[in-house]
């Protein structure tokens, strides 16, 4: 299991906002960050200390957080946005990182 | 362009240990960390640990604890991660992920590893 969870799957059609949540009880203490991972790719920072995007990274792309609660919001879904999406922080005590169990998105 | 490099597939037996490297470019070396990531089939994706690249500290996840050993070759900037006494769920891509001091954000990652265990 992970400290963090996830949804297995979203789906979304081209154009449509989609969003993943990610929750945990460490979450209200620690920054939350998103990565991007794509098969036979690198992972990609998507989102770090909760709302902030790395120079170039598509502003459709965003962060927020309500409590124990942070979401990737990805507005305008794009084909190449298809992949798979972690979340990570820590654990509640900050002493090391921990990553969610990873959303597959899925354009149709 | 910070770039980190893996070093090529690894194919071994239950028991046996396997290394795998991580050649960085493009930073000031030491004034980061190395984690190690990996991802099993199927599988999210799980903290192995972390090296100090400015002295060599370590912190290991619980569950390598004595199968595990993270080091760095200044000389090469370089890094490698050891796991020893290898099993078949220890079947994954294994990442390292260059880490900052005051947070927990992996800004730049390898390409990944993977390494079979399979007798």
């Known amino acids: 299991s992970y400290e963090l969870t996830q949804p297995p799957s979203v789906s979304v059609s081209p154009g449509q906002t989609a969003r993943i949540p990610c929750s945990g009880d460490s979450l209200p203490k620690e920054y939350a960050y998103w990565y991007q991972l794509k098969p036979g790719q690198a992972p990609v920072v998507m989102i770090y200390k909760d709302n902030e995007r790395p120079s170039g990274i598509p502003e459709r792309f965003s962060g927020s957080r309500s409590g124990t609660t942070v979401t990737l919001t990805i507005s305008g879904v794009q084909a190449e946005d298809e992949a798979d999406y972690f979340c990570q922080s820590a654990d509640i005590s900050g002493t090391y990182p921990v990553f969610g169990g990873g959303t597959k998105l899925t354009v149709v | 362009q910070v770039l980190l490099v893996q070093s090529g597939a690894e194919v071994k037996k239950p028991g046996a240990s396997v290394k795998v490297s991580c050649k960085t470019s493009g930073y000031t070396y030491n004034n980061y960390y190395m984690h190690w990531v990996r991802q099993a089939p199927g599988q999210g994706l799980e903290w192995m640990g972390v090296i100090n690249l400015s002295d060599g500290n370590t912190v290991y996840a619980q569950r390598f604890r004595g199968r595990v050993t993270m080091t760095r070759d200044t000389s090469t900037t370089t890094v490698h991660m050891e796991l020893s006494s290898l099993r078949s769920e220890d079947m994954a891509v294994y990442f390292c992920?260059?880490?900052?001091?005051?947070?927990?954000?992996?800004?730049?990652w390898g390409q990944g590893t993977l390494v079979t265990v399979s007798s």
């Open positions: 992920a260059r880490g900052e001091g005051s947070s927990w954000l992996m800004d730049y």
